[in-house]
């Protein structure tokens, strides 16, 4: 049941879970934003979930001997955040995200551009679309499916960050995205929300001159998605997301 995968994922801190049959063989996965889904839409209900109608199959995995280079770039360009790691058949261990970018930084990739290494600017997103706090939260999740995006920074008046919307927080609040914009037009329920109440206000920001190293170990320490990259004014002029860092790290490591 659900219960028992959500304690096993906050007692390790970790985001994703492989699901295996008694012989040892992946099946599948679940991830924090599937238990996030189930929590916001069933409520108390979820607790009688089982794992195997939620989780993501399916599975795409890694051999011990692979590369860090073939995994950076396979999780970049599929844009998921973990790989299980399959020997014979059977699991022997997952490959996260956050592990390739805690090694990034521990391996100090791209040291040898410079002291510092490569700068954000090379890898960020320019100029992304953003949201205000007083949109709604329905307009947001169609701006995101429109745009393919799990983040939109939230600016004021002035085009100064005041916060990140996010994927995993919108399933915190509605459940999943797709199902909220579906019923969007049969119940006004979700106009009533503003991106507001909904996004987060205490945002790590960075720089175009920060190195791309020190964003990975910011992104991995915090363990979230994408950071807005700002001006001395605080205005965004760009954002940077683990799958940004996840291709420049596949395409450096080699």
């Not at 930084?105 to 205000?132: H, L």
């Not at 797709?178 to 909904?198: K, P």
């Not at 206000?201 to 020190?214: G, H, I």
């Amino acid at each position: 049941p659900l219960p028992e995968a959500t304690r096993v994922m906050v007692w390790l801190g970790i985001r994703h879970l492989p699901v295996v049959d008694s012989e040892g063989k992946v099946v599948g996965v679940v991830s924090e934003r599937d238990l996030a889904v189930q929590q916001a839409t069933l409520g108390a209900a979820a607790s009688e979930t089982p794992v195997r109608t939620i989780m993501s199959r399916p599975v795409q995995f890694i051999h011990p001997t692979d590369t860090v280079t073939e995994a950076a770039g396979r999780m970049a360009h599929d844009k998921i955040g973990c790989l299980p790691v399959v020997e014979k058949g059977r699991l022997v261990g997952i490959l996260s995200a956050t592990d390739l970018l805690m090694w990034q930084f521990q391996q100090g990739i791209g040291r040898a551009e410079g002291p510092a290494g490569p700068k954000i600017r090379a890898i960020m997103t320019r100029d992304p679309e953003t949201v205000q706090a007083g949109d709604s939260l329905t307009n947001a999740i169609l701006r995101m499916q429109t745009l393919g995006v799990r983040h939109l920074p939230v600016v004021d008046e002035e085009d100064r960050l005041v916060g990140i919307l996010s994927d995993r927080d919108i399933r915190m609040a509605v459940g999943d995205p797709g199902e909220a914009l579906e019923h969007a037009l049969e119940s006004r329920l979700h106009d009533t929300l503003r991106v507001g109440e909904v996004m987060r206000k205490n945002v790590l920001t960075t720089r175009p001159d920060a190195p791309v190293r020190e964003v990975a170990h910011g992104l991995s320490e915090w363990g979230i998605g994408a950071v807005p990259v700002v001006d001395e004014e605080n205005r965004v002029v760009g954002i940077v997301s683990y799958t940004d860092l996840l291709r420049a790290l596949a395409t450096r490591a080699g």
